[in-house]
Nanobody, 119 residues
Framework: QVQLVESGGGLVQPGGSLRLSCAASGRIFTINGWGWYRQAPGKQRELVAAITSVGSANYADAVKGRFTISRDNAKNTVYLQMSSLKPDDTAVYYC?????????????WGQGTQVTVSS
């Protein structure tokens, strides 16, 4: 079993910055890809950013140029640096990881962390 624990959410003013972290733990696993998703009240969960095992990243149009996803393979951790935050960025942010435990694939979610952008 691979567990994902997110941290770093909170309340920030418009134009501010936050960095989210998501750490994976468990026994003998390999993570191929990470993703950050968000879900605002009354809306569907949407992909914000994703990064592959070799560091190739892609972003939703709404966050391009403002958010940066990165990963530390040694720490089994993914980050989301969020800058120039807007009220529309308010949501619960979830990390997702997919990979293998030995030869068994997995696709797991974190518990979510609230990000609120408000003055």
């Amino acid at each position: 079993q691979v567990q994902l624990v997110e941290s770093g959410g909170g309340l920030v003013q418009p134009g501010g910055s936050l960095r989210l972290s998501c750490a994976a733990s468990g026994r003998i696993f390999t993570i191929n890809g990470w993703g950050w998703y968000r879900q605002a009240p009354g809306k569907q969960r949407e992909l914000v950013a994703a990064i592959t095992s070799v560091g190739s990243a892609n972003y939703a149009d709404a966050v391009k140029g403002r958010f940066t996803i990165s990963r530390d393979n040694a720490k089994n951790t993914v980050y989301l640096q969020m800058s120039s935050l807007k009220p529309d960025d308010t949501a619960v942010y979830y990390c997702n990881a997919e990979g293998f435990i030995i030869y068994t694939p997995f696709n797991n979610w974190g518990q979510g962390t609230q990000v609120t952008v408000s003055s």
